[in-house]
């Protein structure tokens, strides 16, 4: 399960800077040498992996001239993704390094830029950099916890932040000192908290996020937000980045998050907070209790837009957008007329404060929306972008913005959008070279039926050189969340897998996030329940094409998709091989294992002292009987969402059947196994050789002999 859930783009030399046409893709040209004898063209294998770039975050400066990304890389010898900002005009003209770090905020003159980066005395600081021809940087906070969610004051003096406020523990025993040159452990972690661990981050330490002020030349910043409370929505305790927004006057930060002492017993309730940047006084907006979150001030400082849901015990709730007026509150509030029952993201005024934008992720795709805005009310929400893509709108001046563009064979890179058409236009090349020498697979969009009248949309990546006479083995890989989307961006995974001659088979079963709230929300109290009738459709309507050896079908997934694909093979015998990752096997046990609890309590209707049936009805250890499927368990040690004793049990008790499973436990990596690069590769290279190992035949697994892959010619064979 994800609390929440990376695209790419490019083709960019036949892209970069023409306009893009609604879904428009790179066509590449399968094997062989295209015409001028240039040379063939290569697959996606995982090596590749490592020539990718990302980025992301893109600012446009307020004249609309200049835009700032941040811009990563493999670090191959540090085995780490690497970032660094880079500028680009908009016309997409001058583009270069500018300085290391991230978090980049221009000046409301668009004379200086803020950006964090790794500073005195330790960790992440504030700088800002003047934007002439010199380019003098200063260092502008000393301070000693890292800082985050940089903003600009209205009138360029000051820079507001959040950072981390330590607490003291209130344990203390008198233990004898230590002797003189002695080596004493540490002592014990005082727990006192329900949520004292965070997957990504270890144990927490107490204390609380608050936000602060500092002078834009230096100085000591002004704590603005105390007590118990923090700012900033989470989810189930997981601390995150913080969403606020000042009015044009400076007087006032609208900020999201929970400023009372309920924190530790809060599953994923927040508040709008109106407040005083003076005195530090805060005015409650959202009595309602719910889910309400990023708010997004009107440049006339009346109106604030926002998202989120009154609170419900919903599964999944959609998060469309909000106004109220800043006087009122929430007593004014109203929807946005129009939007559709989708989470709306990355909220953001027009100058004039006339129109209202914002991103939508829906069926598989993700859009620009906008809505007209009169009397601090929005109506007439529409999509202004069209494409069968993954976009995101991060910034706007007055008459443009700037976006992230991916597709399913266009690797992310930056791009202008006119906020007046919707017309795109690529800034950036960072993935042309990888483009130009790879042959990326073809994806096909499909639609299918399933149990209870239910429409499901799915994808089929296919192999480069596909030849519908053949049948080739079928690869079906799940989504987390359980409630995410996948989408049509550029997938790494998939397009490996394709490179390696799989068809593989990504679908959106009911569940998922993007279309609407009730689909999202069908597996309400009984998950998997429904969503495994729409993963097999989905098989079967692959199986429909005659294209798909029934002898080698595969299905694998993490988080998620490992609760998902361990139910599956508890359910049906049909497939030859499973990679199962990051699993929940155990519902009962996880609440007490996972950094989540109320997550895994909200999906029963009851604690399972009370009554455990549904609890083990749910949980893939009591179907773990039925398996036959030969299994491949693959789990980071420092996993602490689906953490290793979940993994662990699964293990047990298939070994204990006799059935042929392997387990890998990855160094280095918390939820997931492939943040590290080496990992990412050593995951698919795995994956794939045990897939290699089995087929299905009359109903029996059938071993073949153990298959090596490699990352590439020259690998190293680990």
């Not at 993704?81 to 770090?101: I, N, P, Q, T």
């Not at 910043?221 to 305790?237: A, E, I």
Request: glycine share 12%; net charge neutral; hydrophobic share 35%.
């Amino acid at each position: 399960p994800d609390a929440r859930a990376p695209r790419r783009a490019a083709l960019a030399a036949l892209l970069a800077l023409a306009p893009l046409a609604a879904g428009a893709q790179g066509a590449a040209t399968p094997g062989g040498a295209p015409p001028g004898g240039t040379p063939p063209r290569e697959r996606f294998t995982v090596d590749k992996y490592l020539d990718l770039e990302r980025v992301g975050a893109p600012q446009i400066a307020p004249d609309g001239q200049r835009i700032v990304y941040t811009r990563s890389q493999v670090n191959r010898t540090t085995d780490r993704w690497e970032s660094a900002l880079w500028m680009v005009g908009a016309d997409g003209s001058r583009h270069h390094f500018l300085v290391k770090g991230g978090n980049p905020v221009w000046s409301p003159d668009g004379t200086r830029l803020a950006y964090v980066a790794e500073g005195e005395p330790k960790g992440a600081q504030i700088f800002v950099r003047w934007m002439d021809a010199g380019g003098a940087t200063s260092q502008v906070t000393r301070v000693p916890e890292p800082v985050a969610d940089l903003q600009w004051s209205p009138d360029g003096r000051q820079l507001a932040f959040s950072s981390f406020v330590p607490a003291t523990s209130a344990w203390r025993i008198d233990l004898p000192a230590a002797p003189a040159g002695a080596s004493w452990t540490a002592p014990p972690k005082h727990v006192t908290a329900l949520h004292y661990r965070q997957d990504r981050k270890g144990f927490d330490r107490p204390g609380s996020t608050h936000l602060f002020v500092v002078a834009a030349d230096g100085g000591t910043p002004r704590q603005l937000t105390r007590g118990p409370g923090h700012v900033g929505f989470r989810f189930d305790g997981q601390a995150g980045g913080v969403g606020y927004g000042w009015t044009p006057d400076g007087r006032t930060i609208v900020v999201e998050g929970l400023l009372d002492s309920t924190t530790d017993r809060n599953y994923r309730n927040s508040n709008l907070y109106a407040l005083d940047v003076a005195t530090g006084a805060t005015r409650l907006l959202t009595p309602e209790p719910g889910s309400w979150s990023a708010p997004a001030v009107s440049p006339d400082g009346r109106t604030v837009a926002y998202t989120g849901y009154p609170a419900s015990r919903a599964s999944y709730q959609a998060a469309p957008p909000w106004t109220m007026p800043l006087a009122t509150g929430q007593a004014g509030a109203r929807p946005v007329a129009g939007a559709p029952d989708d989470d709306a993201m990355n909220l953001t005024w027009a100058r004039d404060g006339r129109a209202l934008y914002f991103t939508v992720p829906q069926r598989g795709a993700s859009n620009v929306w906008t809505a007209a805005v009169s009397g601090g009310v929005a109506s007439g929400a529409r999509r202004l972008t069209e494409g069968a893509h993954m976009l995101t709108l991060a910034s706007a001046a007055a008459r443009v913005g700037a976006g992230v563009r991916s597709a399913p064979t266009v690797p992310d890179e930056v791009v202008r959008v006119e906020l007046g058409t919707g017309a795109l236009t690529t800034l950036t090349q960072v993935n042309a070279d990888l483009s130009e020498r790879v042959t990326f697979a073809d994806v096909e969009a499909i639609e299918y039926p399933s149990s209870g009248g239910a429409r499901v949309q799915g994808w089929l990546v296919r192999p480069p050189g596909f030849d519908p006479g053949r049948k080739y083995p079928l690869l079906m890989e799940i989504h987390g969340g359980p409630h995410g989307m996948y989408g049509v961006g550029f997938n790494p995974q998939f397009q490996n897998f394709a490179a390696q001659g799989y068809v593989v088979l990504y679908t959106n079963p009911r569940g998922s996030t993007g279309y609407g709230s009730p689909f999202g929300n069908a597996i309400e109290r009984r998950y998997p329940g429904v969503d495994y009738d729409d993963l097999i459709a989905g098989v079967d309507a692959t199986i429909g094409k005659g294209i798909v050896d029934t002898t080698r079908m595969y299905v694998g997934g993490c988080s998620g998709g490992g609760v998902l694909s361990s139910w599956v093979i508890g359910h049906t015998d049909r497939f030859a091989a499973a990679a199962v990752r990051c699993p929940v096997i155990n519902w009962m046990s996880f609440l007490g294992h996972a950094d989540v609890p109320y997550f895994t309590m909200n999906f029963f209707d009851r604690p399972f002292w009370e009554d455990p049936t549904r609890w083990l009805e749910q949980s893939p250890i009591m179907h773990v009987g039925k398996v036959t499927t030969p299994v491949l368990l693959m789990t980071g040690e420092l996993d602490m969402r689906t953490p290793m004793a979940q993994t662990e049990e699964y293990y047990a008790a298939l070994k204990l059947r006799g059935v042929p499973t392997e387990l890998l436990r990855f160094e280095g990596e918390y939820h997931g196994t492939g943040s590290r690069p080496s990992n990412w590769m050593r995951t698919q290279l795995y994956m794939t050789s045990w897939y290699g190992r089995w087929r299905r035949e009359n109903g029996r697994v059938v071993p073949v002999a153990p298959t090596t892959v490699t990352a590439a010619a020259g690998g190293s064979g680990e």
